[in-house]
């Protein structure tokens, strides 16, 4: 019976993923129920209103970097799967860390429009539009630069010290795909590749060899 | 002549307000002319976008607090018509700096959910739902507070340091109503006042005299 | 394995309750199922098209006037919750009856325009912009008002015999914040309220215990 | 220059026309100019908020029925064209009025649901699903029906007295396509049609001849 | 227990069915499990991302017509239900094959625009708009004719070859609503049809016998 | 005199540009007009709908492939500057032809899903998932694969044969951006691209000259 329960809910959680929907909620809020309290016994997809509470609304996830990476850069994104209350509210958002020189590679949301606040630092911060124009340039503390919906963005540090980013999106969910590991390290067709870059087989196998996950 | 252009541009301003609407752009930005450009000869409604710069994305006017008002808050609506960038894309944000003991009356935003995150200091957050309920609390740097779209919310500085919060919105222009002033500074009949707050005439008269716009 | 199953399909309900989104509809209509039938064995999310009947359109419980409050205001919202046949249609109504002098307390839709068409009486009728500018006016029988989206509105009867509206929505489910108890019935903390307000601590306490739910 | 001058106006009036979105407005309201405001010298596409007054939101032309049709019909279709105010707002209604027997034929509108309330009278009123399935019943004073946006409906006056409805609609233009003039009275090649309903020539120029314009 | 189990994968189905709507998904994509595999132990609402294969995102079901009907058209649409990958997606589409001769009798999607390619032969293809008039032409292999939302719209193959259509939709369950059969096979008053057509009983009854499903 | 004209017609062009939306047309079609028709003296934002004709809802030109590029495609895009009876309708198409061995580069759709039709040959397509996960097959004529919105997607001809494909796109003006290009050739800092793709300067700089456009 126990598993039966676990198997409802988890059809229950992927009900949720997959039907809400950004635009004009129906009610003033729904939060979503994580995996941890989908067995409890008073899980139910939507929380019932009547035992919401505000923890329900605030996050406190985001007050320091998470782990760095590769290539210098920690992002935190919070987004309805982390933080239920956001569930058919529309919002969501990221922190990103960067290391001096770290790099948040070229990469954009398929789903939403970005505004990153700069917190802390020096960064060059640009974006790139379907003419293949480039806008970008070097954002301080204070500023906000706005990356318009599904363009390919991308921040480096370029000061010597520390920086942060707080980004904020117009979805729930605004998804993330990055260019770098999404074209070499998914396991497109070499010769696709080659002609699409014109690269040597030996060069893609090289950038593949990189950005695949081990 | 020079009139008549003016007018019209005017016109065209006037159009671009009342017909942008937040969902689904059809084109990767659509940069909206400030009524100091309109007058200029390449004016157009939606700029050129060959002509658009990395500096109609950025904005920097929000790196430090505005003027501060009589309950101890200082913010800065950075929407659409400030930030014409955000024209077309869906969001917008607000720098809100509060004096100790400042307080951001009850308000809401009719077109827009908010993200408020705590850039510093300790604030008293909350919203009120449609079923009448609370969701107040105390929230710190670094945590973030949701507000959804519409609902009525407020904030008050309760540490012993000035504040600041960083406000965004799914919406490039969210509104803001003010209950204090949209109630008892607008000019509603006095007899329904009374019978709504169950308060004298004096009573409103006193209101009135307090919150109407000087 | 009753409660199991009425357990099960409190969870449906809420499924609906939070997922149904007002805009665009994938099918000709959807009727979600009552509490009072969630437990019957053919009870289903979305009532089976083919079990679908004309009753399930129709909603006769706005013939005449429900019970009138302290206000002297009848208001019966008939939204998807209680007319299901409106779930995922993006619309709803209300009936609103005043007694001589009613009065309907300054108040807001999160969700929804609304269009007021009188059927009888003689109604001072208005809204207030997020400008702070009020829109207000007697109507009278055959004349319809429109309230924006999200926007302060509020009516009271100024003829001499009862008076009644017919309200429309294009939400499912507008939602309704009252503003004398969402603010002062509520809950929020003194301290802001009389900041807000610039009322003595006396003041508030007595519009709270007025505004309070009991 | 005057005629100039109009000539501009006419485009803007177009362009409203072509652009305005019924989703998520962008500002409280914008109301539309109407031809005969169009060429004075303060109009403008939106009209300046500053210069709405309350009449921009009140409408007084349904108070009473219009001229009756061939099927005994009076229909008075209030959208954004009419009533400039509901432009971006998402709404818009009709008054029908029957004499005894009077028939608003099978007609379906594009952009909306409609939710119809009976001020006056019996009417046998339906629709028909996209599976041909008929939902149809005789409704009364008070009652209201809804109709799934899209789907073909029509009423009947099945009374012996006159019959009223006020149409209420979640769109500010939801268009209107009657079946009987679409489709005999447009020129539709006529072997098309007698393959479609299985007529002869005859019939299908009688049917013409019957439902084409005058 | 196996039965139970079927009745809930039907209520996920129709869940399903209820809420998905075509705007902004808030994933990827959502495969929908089909009726087949909802009985299956690992049937979820929405596929778990991980187990989804290419094969949930290609259909091989239109290389060739389907069978053909009265009026010499063989229409297949692959809409959401049929082709589960398309579920939240917001598009589908139909292959229509006429013989000489053959009609696709007036009809209308009441939730999309369609874009309909020529593949094989001469097709006389129009639709008719709100107010009545007429857009139709032949239009030949490689042409494409756009028919708006929600319009009345027909074909006929008038080329002396068999003929072909790729018709492709923006909502992943356009809706179909044939109009004879609609009107004429629904079981709409005949009183009201007379009147609406000015046809005689007989004449009615004619139609009904000819256009009713048996 | 003219040259003002002009530029007013180029400024509503732009207006339409900008503020057009694709969902919920407000009408039943907006003929947007073409750069060439503007300065005629009828030109107006929206094509008045009494001089609308069927030739302005048939495009005829994508009957033959257009000219090939360096990887073998050749790309006719069909949106709604180029077909302006697409305006406001949510949708527009593209047809591709491929040499044998012939390439569509990795690229992505911002504002759109695609539904991809074999007309001819033996196409190897695919697409990547934000979870980096890809799905790729051999496809065929007559089958439908779906892309979904804003992915990175990729097409090649595997076949001994010139092959064919036409796209399908629920926006009227999707967008393309194509990863080779954007990234490459537009100019982003080569120390934030070496550190992205873990490459040298020289290779970088061999990548740039290859892919910047000349």
Request: charged residues 15%; aromatic residues 10%.
């Amino acid at each position: 019976m126990f598993t039966k329960m676990v198997l409802l809910f988890v059809i229950f959680l992927n009900i949720y993923v997959s039907l809400a929907s950004d635009p004009d909620p129906v009610q003033d809020f729904c939060i979503a129920n994580t995996a941890e309290s989908a067995t409890a016994s008073n899980a139910i997809q939507c929380k019932n209103s009547s035992l919401a509470t505000v923890e329900d609304f605030v996050y406190s996830g985001i007050k320091s970097p998470g782990k760095f990476g590769q290539t210098g850069l920690s992002a935190i994104s919070v987004n309805s799967n982390v933080f239920p209350g956001l569930n058919t509210l529309g919002m969501s958002f990221v922190r990103a860390d960067f290391e001096v020189g770290g790099v948040n590679v070229p990469h954009y949301h398929p789903r939403a429009t970005e505004t990153a606040f700069v917190l802390e630092g020096k960064i060059y911060s640009g974006f790139v539009d379907t003419n293949n124009k480039i806008f970008a340039k070097v954002i301080e503390r204070g500023e906000v630069m706005v990356f318009p919906k599904g363009l390919v963005h991308f921040q480096m540090n370029v000061g010597d010290t520390p920086a942060t980013i707080l980004g904020s999106f117009n979805s729930q969910n605004p998804g993330l795909q990055r260019i770098p590991t999404s074209i070499f390290g998914s396991g497109i067709k070499d010769e696709l590749l080659e002609k699409a870059f014109g690269l040597s087989s030996k060069e893609i196998a090289k950038l593949k060899k990189k950005l695949s996950p081990h």
